[in-house]
């Protein structure tokens, strides 16, 4: 239960690292001058590179989410009555 929110936690990190180096590519074509196209065209830089980043902080929501679910489920109290 708290080994999954840790396992959450870990992927979460993951994905900040996934975030920073898709932000140290944006930076370096940003230096190179190749942002902006030769006639203000197309960039080199497709959306394509965040997917891995939404996939991870997805899966990390998975993780954290039931492992908080399952461990305020078990400490709880009883029924009453």
């Known amino acids: 239960m708290l080994q999954r929110i840790g ?4 992927v979460a990190m993951l994905a900040m690292l996934a975030a920073a180096w898709v932000e ?3 930076l370096g074509y940003v ?3 190749r942002f902006v196209g030769e006639d203000d065209g197309p960039v080199t830089m497709i959306i394509w590179y965040q997917v891995p980043q939404y996939i991870l902080i997805g899966l990390s929501e998975v ?3 039931i492992g908080q ?3 305020f489920y ?3 109290p009883g029924e009453k009555g």
């Open 63 to 65: 993780f954290t989410s």
């Open 24 to 26: 140290h590519l944006r």
């Open 74 to 76: 078990n400490q709880a």
């Open 7 to 10: 396992w959450g936690q870990f």
């Open 31 to 33: 230096d190179d001058g």
């Open 69 to 71: 679910l399952e461990f």
